[in-house]
């Protein structure tokens, strides 16, 4: 079972800048794209920011030029350097990815705990 693990959300003023990373461990064929949801308080949860294995990169728009995704297939790593921080950011960010478990299997996706990005203004 792959299981994601987070790290690096934490209280920060408007202007600021964060780093968040994911690492994805445990049996698995292959990632195909991992990437960054983020939900705040009385909100739906919304895309972020996704990867593919390629590289192929996607952005929410309210992070367009502020966040950038980047990826180490590697080692199964995700980040999402977070800068020009806006207490709009403010949220819990969950790390994702779809895998295949094994070579031929259909397609499954999986969740981070989640960790809590703080904006002050």
């Known amino acids: 079972q792959v299981q994601l693990v987070e790290s690096g959300g934490g209280l920060v003023q408007a202007g600021g800048s964060l780093r968040l990373s994911c690492a994805a461990s445990g049996s698995m064929f292959s990632i195909d794209v991992m990437g960054w949801y983020r939900q705040a308080p009385g909100k739906q949860r919304e895309l972020v920011a996704t990867?593919?294995?390629?590289?192929?990169?996607n952005y929410a728009d309210f992070v367009k030029g502020r966040f950038t995704i980047s990826r180490d297939s590697s080692k199964n790593t995700v980040n999402l350097q977070m800068n020009s921080l806006k207490p709009e950011d403010t949220a819990v960010y969950y790390c994702?990815?779809?895998?295949?478990?094994?070579?031929?299997?259909?397609?499954?996706?999986?969740w981070g705990q989640g960790t809590l990005v703080t904006v002050s203004s």
């Open positions: 990867v593919t294995n390629g590289g192929n990169t």
């Open positions: 994702w990815a779809n895998y295949k478990p094994y070579r031929f299997s259909r397609i499954l996706e999986v």
